[in-house]
T-cell receptor, first 113, second 115 residues
Framework: AQSVTQLDSQVPVFEEAPVELRCNYS??????LFWYVQYPNQGLQLLLK??????LVKGINGFEAEFNKSQTSFHLRKPSVHISDTAEYFC???????????FGPGTSLSVIP | DAGVIQSPRHEVTEMGQEVTLRCKPI?????LFWYRQTMMRGLELLIY????????DSGMPEDRFSAKMPNASFSTLKIQPSEPRDSAVYFC?????????????FGPGTRLTVL
């Protein structure tokens, strides 16, 4: 069965500092990987996704993530965060041949002025 | 495209009342998902449909919860009778395996408060 772990439930970071949000998954088959962002009082929006090909994936708002198959990880990074990046971030995994997407518990990113 | 549409955006009701949440998926999407989000339990998948047919309802908490999808453009999630512990934000999402491979598009959610 698939599962997603986000080890950090809360990450505070100063404005313009770099940030990394960690995600590890478990699956016995090939997977698609996603990062979603949820701003306060809103639904989830897709930040980026890995389907195949290059392991470095670039998304919206300057975020990027790297797929590491050997470590079963898909960490999200941004070199310089902005106040507007304050939000909840969800890592998710889906089997390529299956319909359901499994979401991690989320990481709350707080950007400090 | 207007995106996934959910109504109402907010619902306040009293314990024991019936609650119906509505969702209109993105046109052309063949999958529809209902999620519940709470602080304690995070984001939980309740049920999902493919081509209007329920595929997996193992996440539905109790018989008080039911979901229908009478056609490709409309789905409902009903709670009868409602209880205070049902208070949460309920999200609907849709996706298409033909394109955007498993990317789910979420609605704005319905915030349900059961008094």
């Amino acid at each position: 069965a698939q599962s997603v772990t986000q080890l950090d439930s809360q990450v505070p970071v100063f404005e313009e500092a770099p940030v990394e949000l960690r995600c590890n998954y478990s699956s016995s088959v090939s997977v698609y990987l996603f990062w979603y962002v949820q701003y306060p009082n809103q639904g989830l929006q897709l930040l980026l996704k890995y389907l195949s090909g290059s392991t470095l994936v670039k998304g919206i708002n300057g975020f990027e993530a790297e797929f590491n198959k050997s470590q079963t990880s898909f960490h999200l990074r941004k070199p310089s965060v902005h106040i507007s990046d304050t939000a909840e971030y969800f890592c998710a995994v889906s089997e390529t041949s299956y319909d359901k997407v499994i979401f991690g518990p989320g990481t709350s990113l707080s950007v400090i002025p | 495209d207007a995106g996934v549409i959910q109504s109402p955006r907010h619902e306040v009701t009293e314990m024991g009342q019936e609650v119906t949440l509505r969702c209109k998926p993105i046109s052309g999407h063949d999958y529809l998902f209902w999620y519940r989000q709470t602080m304690m339990r995070g984001l939980e998948l309740l049920i999902y449909f493919n081509n209007n047919v329920p595929i997996d309802d193992s996440g539905m908490p109790e018989d008080r919860f039911s979901a229908k999808m009478p056609n490709a453009s409309f789905s409902t999630l009903k709670i009868q009778p409602s209880e205070p512990r049902d208070s949460a934000v309920y999200f609907c999402a849709s996706s298409s395996t033909g394109r955007d491979q498993n990317e789910q598009f979420f609605g704005p959610g319905t915030r349900l408060t059961v008094l």
